[in-house]
Every structure is written in C-alpha cells, then in structure tokens.
C-alpha cells in the first residue's frame, strides 16, 4: 500500500483534520500523480455534514484535482512520469452499461465511483478524495491538463467548469441566444464565461446589487438583481435558456417565468430541500425544467482543452489547508471571488 496523508473528518459532525491513510498500489492501468492542487467545492460541504445521504467516514473530501505523475503501470499507455494531470468528479464506473458505452460515465447506470465518499468496484474499499498528497487512479478517470494555463486556477475545471460546460454544450446554446445565469458564485462565474465564450447573449440573475461589477467583468451583457420586483417584471419571458448554478433555496416558479415559450430551465446546483414546482410554471408557454450532473470523461477533457485553447480559467483564492474551516465559513456567505484552491504544498 501507499502511505498517504490528507485531510479528514471522522464523523460528519467533526472538523476535517489532519489524517494518514493507505492508498493502493500502482496497478497495470493506474496513474499515480502527487496532488499540487485542489479545488473546494460546496459539495464538499453538504458531504461533509450529511445533508443529502448518510456519508462514508473518515471522509476526505476534494473532487478538483491537479498535480503531477511520479508512477505508471506497465499498461499505461497516456502518461508518463512528470506529466500533469487531473482528476475530477470521478475516479471509475461500470463501464459496459449503454451511458458509459456513450461516455456518459456520469450517468453510469451502475452508478459511478465518486472520487471521495464512494466505494471502489470490489464493493468494500473506500474512496479518498483530494484534501491529500497524492492519488492513484485508473488511467481512464485521469485528465490531460495544459501548461499555458495556470495550475492552481485550473483545479475547480474539474468540477465548476464541466458542471456548466457540460449542459450549455448539450443544449447547443451559443450565437442568438439568450442565456441567463442564475447565481454568481463558483459555478455561475464559470457559467459566464463558457457563456460568453459560445456566442451567447448573457445575463447574470443575482439577489446582490454588489455583484453586478463583477458580472460585466467577467463578460456578462446584462444583470438582474431579482430582489427588485421592478426588474423582475420587465425581464418575463426574456430568456431561452437558464442556467441555474444556486444551492440554496430559491422559488424556481418566479424563475420560470422569466422565460420565453419553449424556454428551459437547467439545474446544476442542489439545494438540500426539494423544490415547489407548479405545473402551471411549465404548462403556461410549454417550458422545461431540466438538470445535468458534470460531464463524461471524453468531454471534459474536451472542456479543458477548448480552455486552454482560449485562456479561461476560474477565478481563485488560493489557501492554506488549516484555514480550510475558514473557507467553509466564507463560501456559505459567498464571500469568495469565486473559488477556493488549497495549496497542497502547505498540507
């Protein structure tokens, strides 16, 4: 086995802290690369404190992962050692269901294996995410990733940016489009970009009236703020598409209405509770409410390449794993801008 260290809680009613753990030996078709990077996402929060299923303790959380390759099997045939390389939402899946035969391993019918809180295929080895030092992986689940483009500011790719990457690329929207983005946040900022970047006509949808500077910059054409009535009214029936990114409670039926006949409303974010939907939200102009989980492998790696053919990265703060509780904390009040990165340097 490999001696590894991270981050974990115990309980999910314990603080992350410091952990060893075993990781397995490199196989034939394994990847180990020591982790540089990784991302922290808001559902390392909701896993961490159980808010949508009973959790696998000790847990170390992290699914936006980059670093660089120090071992591969003699099967390997992608990597080599001092290459870089990612991980992100994944780490393996059934692979002969008929979504992994479409790389649509997200959807694997047998369910994938999640990179951290998850169990490995043999049914009874843990998954260990990436608040560690480094990771072994089947060299399928490993991701190619750019040296043009900043590391540290490439990690929440693997979540952030697939996550809106993925259902705008699936719903073909680009040029003539009118796409809002509910929610600036880790997600949502990424949204704006991919957006932007595909031709469309932007809209950012947000409570704060703080955030509209920041949504111009980051290329938005337009912005909302929903707590204004006034502002809510002239915009029903503007958009084609929404692309909701909010994980907290919100009324999805005023949302809908701010679409056009035949418009669609995509979730990615998750709330804790279910959402009061009427049908009439939907029946009144024969609109969609849909959602999308990340993306397969073979189209991630797409999403990273077409950002490092055209510069787009997350925004980031990069931080010290001890002041992870720290982030926690300032991530549910959103005061980041617009996504926290540990350094795995200082773990």
């Known amino acids: ?41 808001h559902s390392d929060l909701h896993q961490l ?8 303790f000790p847990m170390v959380p992290g699914h936006e992962i980059v670093g660089r390759v120090v071992k591969v099997g003699d099967q390997v045939k992608n990597f080599k050692v001092g290459d870089l390389a990612a991980t992100g939402c994944m780490v393996d899946s059934c692979g002969h ?13 047998e369910n994938p294996t999640f990179t951290y809180n998850g169990m490995e295929r043999d049914g009874s080895s843990p998954t260990y995410g990436g608040y560690s030092n480094t990771i072994v992986v089947k060299e399928e689940f490993v991701l190619r990733i750019s040296d043009k483009l900043d590391l540290a500011a490439t990690a929440p790719l693997l979540c952030a940016g697939i ?70 009214e002239a915009a029903r029936g503007s958009f084609d598409f929404i692309l909701d990114t909010v994980s907290a409670e919100h009324d999805f039926n005023m949302y809908l209405s701010l679409l056009k006949t035949d418009g669609t409303m995509i979730c990615v974010g998750v709330p804790s509770n279910p959402a009061q939907v009427s049908a009439f939200s939907i029946l009144m102009g024969r609109k969609s409410l849909a959602g999308s989980c990340i993306g397969g492998i073979k189209e991630t ?47």
């Open 301 to 347: 790696q797409e999403m990273l390449d077409f950002c490092a053919e055209n510069n787009i990265v997350s925004d980031i703060e990069l931080i010290n794993i001890k002041d992870i509780h720290q982030a926690f904390e300032r991530m549910e009040k959103g005061d980041v801008r617009y996504r926290f990165v540990i350094d795995m340097a200082t773990l």
């Open 97 to 109: 269901c008929e979504n992994c035969k479409q790389d649509l391993e997200q959807y694997c019918f």
């Open 163 to 232: 996550t809106t990457y993925s259902p705008l690329r699936h719903w073909k929207v680009g040029k003539g489009h009118k796409l809002a983005v509910l929610g600036l946040g880790g997600l949502g900022h990424m949204a704006v970009k991919f957006g932007v970047a595909f031709g469309a006509e932007v809209t950012v949808l947000s409570t704060s009236p703080k955030k509209e500077a920041d949504a111009k910059k980051l290329g938005a054409h337009h912005f909302i703020v929903t707590s204004d009535p006034a502002q809510v």
């Open 49 to 56: 404190k159980d808010d949508w299923f009973p959790g696998i």
């Open 1 to 41: 086995m490999i001696q590894a260290k991270g981050y974990a809680a115990q309980t999910n009613k314990s603080n992350l802290a410091p952990w060893s753990f075993d990781r397995r030996e490199v196989g034939p078709h394994d990847v180990q690369f020591d982790i540089l990077f990784c991302g922290v996402c």
